[in-house]
């Protein structure tokens, strides 16, 4: 099977769906979405939810693991704007000591239905490059 020459071609056809563009990595399907994970950084993360009857990105929001995927939901951890301290993050001394950053995070549960978003009551302190 030497000097097999294999044509190597991308070609979006007329029913195809195409999504995005750059880096993406499956992360689910649940219902009628097709989740993905967009981009190469630590966390955190793009999370895009595409409808796959409308073919249309219908939801985006930053994430960062885990996340949990059933039953018409999504559960994730999101960055929130509040000021980092010692008091809410133990470790920043730690962090900052070793040339990164730290961010609050919100454990946060999004429906499929309605796509609001939840704050769970959970915080947790993120390390950041």
Do not use: H
């Amino acid at each position: 099977m030497e000097n097999q020459n294999i044509p190597c071609k991308y070609v979006v056809e007329k029913d195809d769906f195409e999504v995005g563009s750059g880096p993406m990595y499956f992360l689910a399907f649940e219902g009628d979405f097709l989740i993905l994970d967009i981009g190469t950084a630590p966390d955190p993360r793009i999370l895009s939810i595409y409808d796959l009857n409308s073919r249309k990105e219908v939801y985006t929001d930053y994430y960062s693991k885990p996340i949990v995927v059933e039953n018409n939901t999504i559960s994730y951890w999101n960055p929130i704007k509040e000021k980092v301290t010692e008091d809410n993050c133990p470790k920043l001394t730690e962090y900052t000591s070793m040339g990164l950053g730290a961010e609050l995070e919100s454990y946060v549960l999004l429906s499929l239905n309605t796509f609001d978003k939840k704050e769970l009551g959970e915080y947790r302190c993120g390390v950041r490059q």
